[in-house]
Structure formats: C-alpha cells, structure tokens
C-alpha cells in the first residue's frame, strides 16, 4: 500500500471498474434499483415479549463485553435500583473479556454465553444492551428484536446502509424500544435547541457544523495492547469475523479492530456518529440526505486502513448542509453551530449550554437567549435511564431509531463517497443511491471490491 493519496493510473482504473461493473449489475436488477432489506425471521412470528409495568424490574443482558460493554454493564449497576433493573446475563466470543463481565454484573456461570442467540432464548431477558464490534450489531440487534427485547445499540447504528435498515424495519415491525448508544443525545442543550428551531426562532435552516477530533501521541489512536493469552481455543475467531472476510486468527485485528476496513468505518462512524446525531436530534431530524461529499485522508497514521483526518459535507432536501471533520492526529476541531435565517445558535463545547444570537439584520424582531442544562455533557447515564423509562412508558427514547436511520444513511453515503470518489445522491423513500449522471450505485457490503486506499 502506497504512503500517498494521490490517484494512480492503477486506483484509477480499480475505480472505473468498480463504477462500471456497479451501474451493469444496478440495471441488471431493475431500472428502480434500492436497498433491499431481508424479512428476518420471516418462518415464524416474532415474540411480544413481556409487557412491563412502571413498577416492574427489567432485566437486561450483555452482548459484547470488551470496554464499552463493561461500561455499561458498571453504569448500570450502579444506577440499578434508582433504574428499578437487574443484571441477568453477559455474551462475549472471549472467554477472558466473558469472566470479567461474569463478575462484574455480578451473575453465575450459568448466566454468561459465548453465542447470543442462547441467549435471547432466555423469557426472563428484557432488555439487550449491545455493545459488540461493529459487523455484528445488526446481527444481534435483529435477533434481540425478533425474540422480543428491547435494545439498546452502540453506535454506529450498523456497519452498512442495508444492515441499518435492516433494524429500522424490524424496530417498526416489533415496536420495541430501540436506543442508538450516542450519549449526547441526553444532553438538555440540544433538546432546547429542536424546540427554539420548531418555533421558528432561527427561521429557515441555512448550514451547521460540528467536530470530533482528538490527537493521541505516537499514532495511538485505537491501538490496543494485545493480550498474549488470546488463541483461538479461548476466543471463537470464527464467529468474531461473522460476515467479514475469513482469515487465520490475528491478534491485532481483534483487539484493534477499528483501524481496519472490514470491521467499521474509522472516523466516520466510531468518532462521527457522536456529532451527526445530536445535531440532526437538534435540527429536526425528519430528512435523509439528498447528497453527500466526502474526502479523506492518511498522512501521519500509516499503521491501519482507515484515513485520520475526514472533512464531510451533507446536503439536505430543506437545504440545510451540515459540514462536519474528524481527526485523529489534532485535537483543534470546529466549533459546534447552527445557522438559520434570522438567528444563530452556538453550543459550549463539553458543556451543556447552548446560546441563542440573532443575525445583525434581525436584531431588533429576535431576542437573543441562553440555555445553561443541570446535567454535564455526554452523561451515559442519562441515555440509560432514558431507555428504560421509555421501556416502561411507550414513550420516544432521545437516540430513537428514526434519528438513527437518517444518520446512518448520511456516514454510509460518506464512507462510499471517499472510498470511491464519488459524490452520491440518496431518494430516502426509495432508498436508492446514484451519481451526479443519474447511475445507481449499490452500497457497499461485506462483498464489496473496492479500490486500495493509496
């Protein structure tokens, strides 16, 4: 692999092919090609699940139990009776991170699994948290669904724009509550926001920006120790890899899988997901993108696949463009904004506030407003408790999977456009996906051939 970004006659041609072998195989499905999205379960009805009253106990298990999963397994227990919730079970393909989690929650022997779908087969499982590599949280969320459990989902939502609405359409069917596992969407300042934007306050949506970029010393970023005591007879290699190319056990991949292409997106989804979604949660959230531009880069970072820096652009059908970058090798990022009409809106960074200015045109018809939340920013907590009253409630969780599925559709669009370069155009409702010319392209899946990054 090439040390510079430069398109060569080679990835040129890896491209054109590509392009072309994708517009043949579109028109060869129907001219209205779209995402097709499987009926899962399709052999027998889906189970209801238990109905669960304001004062019952909800009982949640684990599936995926490495750094995040333990954080919500701790988070949880110590909120447990303010929450009214059990820990009943933990999942994980290895067999160390599965002792750890075992005792964590503070459950048997008999209550930790290696396979999920073992699971899900337990009555007494109300609730799944899921916290594993990305190209099993369709997977996992889909069975959840399907035996009658609420879920809550790390993001990003799924590894690709076809898993994601693979979820969104059993979230539907089922009618449990699903939760995408981006915390700021608890945060008050943004839920002040959407209700300054339904008032007009801002007048028309004009172009928002927001950040995630840090900078960790010597490429570190998501390079994990690796644990020398992993094999393949205590971790199941072949099940970890689920969909993704079959390869002999590799300890790098597993325990720094966020710097390979077949496990997640990068920046996009493991860093960006934190950004799109409070913000589309603030703007409204009712639009998939109509187009989606993205650039890339991996200059300093050589050690992985995926680019460490990112610039975005998202236009939406209102005319709202949301410009948005990652980084991982500086930490200096754009000041999160919202601009309309008539006012602007501009968020603290780290901090749950929110200020309201009017346009210097407007200055005299808008009156500019301050919004300081009682909580601090990005409290995982407060999504938490959010999942489990609504469980309870019926109500509309924050990180809801209608707010899911739009940005998804926004960072999947983006990781195509980058990794083909290509500006892509989206039709929501029909879930199709073209270029400038009009070509349908299909979205890029675990059988996608697509060009080296040079």
């Known amino acids: 692999m090439k040390p510079t970004h430069h398109d060569t006659p080679h990835s040129l041609e890896t491209r ?34 238990r109905v669960i009253g304001a004062n019952d106990r909800i009982v949640v298990a684990y599936v995926g139990t490495g750094g995040q999963g333990k954080a919500h397994i701790k988070s949880q227990k110590d909120h447990a009776s303010e929450n009214n919730i059990a820990l009943g079970a933990v999942c994980d393909v290895y067999q160390k991170r599965l002792d750890e989690a075992r005792v964590l929650a503070g459950v048997s022997d008999a209550d930790a699994y290696k396979d999920h779908r073992k699971l899900l087969e337990r009555k007494d499982i109300d609730a799944v948290v899921v916290a594993t590599v990305d190209q099993w949280h369709c997977e996992v969320a889909c069975d959840a669904l399907e035996a009658g459990k609420h879920v809550y989902g790390e993001k990003p939502f799924a590894r690709y724009l ?58 570190s970023e998501w390079t994990y120790p690796i644990d020398p005591g992993a094999n393949e007879g205590n971790l199941d290699w072949k099940r970890w890899l689920g969909r993704t190319p079959k390869m ?63 610039h975005l652009l998202a ?23 919202i601009r309309g009409r008539q006012a602007t809106l501009y968020f603290a960074s780290g901090q749950d506030q929110v200020a309201l ?78 270029t400038g010319e009009g070509k349908v392209i299909p979205a890029i899946s675990y059988e996608s051939v697509l060009p080296e990054r040079t």
């Open 16 to 49: 054109r092919t590509f392009i072309q072998n994708a517009a043949t195989a579109a028109a060869a499905v129907a001219v209205n090609s779209v995402i097709k999205t499987p009926v899962y379960g399709q052999n027998q009805a889906p189970s209801s699940g």
């Open 162 to 219: 076809d898993e994601g609405f693979r979820i969104y359409d059993t979230v539907k069917r089922t009618g449990k509550v699903f939760v995408v596992g981006s915390q700021f969407c608890g945060d008050q300042k943004y839920h002040k926001a959407a209700e300054w934007i339904r008032a007009g306050k801002l007048g028309p949506l004009v172009w928002a920006q927001g950040s995630y970029c840090r900078n960790n010393p010597k490429n």
């Open 248 to 310: 002999p056990f590799t300890p790098e991949r597993y325990f720094s899988w966020h710097k390979f292409y077949a496990y997640n997106s990068g920046i996009l989804g493991n860093l960006l997901s934190h950004t799109f979604l409070p913000l589309l949660l603030a703007t409204g959230a009712s639009e998939y993108p109509r187009r989606v531009a993205c650039t890339g880069t991996r200059k300093v970072s050589m050690d992985r696949e995926i680019p460490d820096t990112t």
């Open 315 to 337: 236009e939406m059908p209102s005319g709202l463009t949301l410009c948005v970058v990652g980084s991982t090798v500086n930490e200096i990022g754009l000041p999160e904004i």
């Open 357 to 434: 200015k009017p346009e210097r045109p407007f200055a005299d018809e808008i009156e500019p407003l301050d919004f300081r939340g009682a909580k601090t920013s990005g409290d995982l907590a407060l999504l938490e408790k959010n999942f489990f009253d609504c469980i309870r409630t019926g109500a509309t969780p924050f990180a809801n999977v209608d707010l899911a599925i739009r940005a998804h559709s926004i960072l999947c669009l983006a990781e195509m456009s980058e990794r083909l370069g290509l500006t892509l155009f989206f039709d929501g409702q029909a879930r199709k996906i073209t």
